[in-house]
């Protein structure tokens, strides 16, 4: 399988299946993620968990995926119902559609580096925050 499918079933696999054990059979023993804390596979699964526990009905969409040999970079397109408490903010039933970017780094097939960065201020914004 090649870094664009794998990256593609992480997204799948992790975040729509909202699977955040998933984290694990992707990542090498050495990943470090770049964008949640702590930087490390755990962190990335703690954060589906906190995604999850906030968000329903939740969509990652690829709109645009970029392979080099060993860098897959996607911008997604994230929607969802704000269900659940979501840094200090009580549901109330927004919508969002906000903006991410991810860059996946892999060598032999497992991811070793994570980037993110999502469009917060628009997230915060929607949820009335």
């Known amino acids: 399988m090649d870094h664009r499918d ?10 729509e299946q909202r699977t955040p054990d998933a984290v694990f059979r992707f990542t090498d023993p050495a990943f470090v993620d770049h964008a949640y804390l702590p930087g490390t596979a755990a ?3 703690r954060m589906v968990h906190t995604f999850c526990a906030a968000f ?3 969509r990652h969409a690829v709109e645009h995926i970029v392979t080099g040999d060993e860098l897959v970079l996607m911008r ?5 119902t704000h269900t659940g408490t979501f840094r200090e903010h009580e ?3 927004a919508l969002i559609d ?6 996946f780094r892999f060598r032999e097939g497992r991811m070793v580096e994570h980037w993110a960065l999502l469009d917060t201020a628009t997230l915060l914004r929607q949820i009335g925050a």
Do not use: T
Request: glycine share 6%; proline share 0%; charged share 20%.
């Open 91 to 93: 549901a109330r039933g």
């Open 6 to 15: 794998l990256a593609l079933r992480f997204v799948e696999e992790v975040w």
């Open 76 to 80: 997604l397109r994230v929607s969802a």
């Open 56 to 58: 329903s009905a939740s």
């Open 43 to 45: 962190g990335h699964a």
């Open 98 to 103: 906000v903006q991410q970017y991810r860059s």
